[in-house]
């Protein structure tokens, strides 16, 4: 129930990500150097005129930006897990350059989950120079034309607890994208049951 007088808040997607960093040449190492984001944006950070402020696009306009700080050191040190704090930040990336991260990371001497199987997507975990926890993720699917990946999630999350799933997987997914083309996309046909032509 709505209490009177409230309203949302609309959001409309994920503005950017500021991490405090170590040293400039630390986060451009990384955030460039091992996951390929250009950086496009270098300024003073303008609440702290200490540090600078290095904006880098992770691949879809939005922006991860870090305060930098040329005297604090880098510390792997994993960070802390309590209440309220960043668990991982995950990042999308496509399946052809999935099947390479362990490989490339291995190249780094750096420690990582190898594949792990999450049914609608891979994801492969390892942490930054500074200790923070980085997912790359990759969907197993593609939506329909003029779908978005939530709205198969959704579909797909429909379709498992009507079945009494565990989990969402493959076969959700390519039963929710069916779906979804039925909804969205019309036909000639009096029917659009699968048949058999053989």
Request: overall charge negative; aromatic content about 8%.
């Amino acid at each position: 129930m709505q209490s009177k007088g409230l309203r949302k808040i609309q959001t409309q997607g994920v503005h950017h990500i500021t991490i405090i960093g170590a040293d400039r040449q630390t986060s451009i190492d990384f955030w460039e150097g091992v996951l390929g984001m250009p950086f496009v944006f270098d300024q003073p950070n303008l609440d702290n005129p200490n540090e600078g402020h290095l904006y880098f696009d992770p691949g879809d306009g939005r922006l991860i930006t870090i305060f930098t700080n040329e005297e604090r050191e880098p510390d792997d040190t994993p960070v802390p897990e309590a209440t309220g704090s960043l668990h991982h930040l995950a990042l999308n990336v496509s399946q052809a350059t999935f099947w390479q991260v362990a490989e490339r990371l291995d190249a780094r001497g750096v420690p990582h989950s190898g594949p792990v199987d999450r049914g609608f997507m891979d994801s492969i975990y390892f942490r930054d120079p500074l200790g923070l926890r980085i997912e790359l993720a990759s969907y197993r699917f593609e939506p329909p034309e003029g779908c978005r990946h939530s709205d198969v999630m959704i579909e797909a999350h429909r379709i498992r607890v009507e079945r009494g799933d565990h989990n969402i997987d493959r076969v959700h997914l390519a039963d929710a994208i069916e779906l979804l083309v039925q909804l969205r996309q019309q036909s000639l046909s009096e029917s659009r049951d699968a048949r058999n032509p053989y």
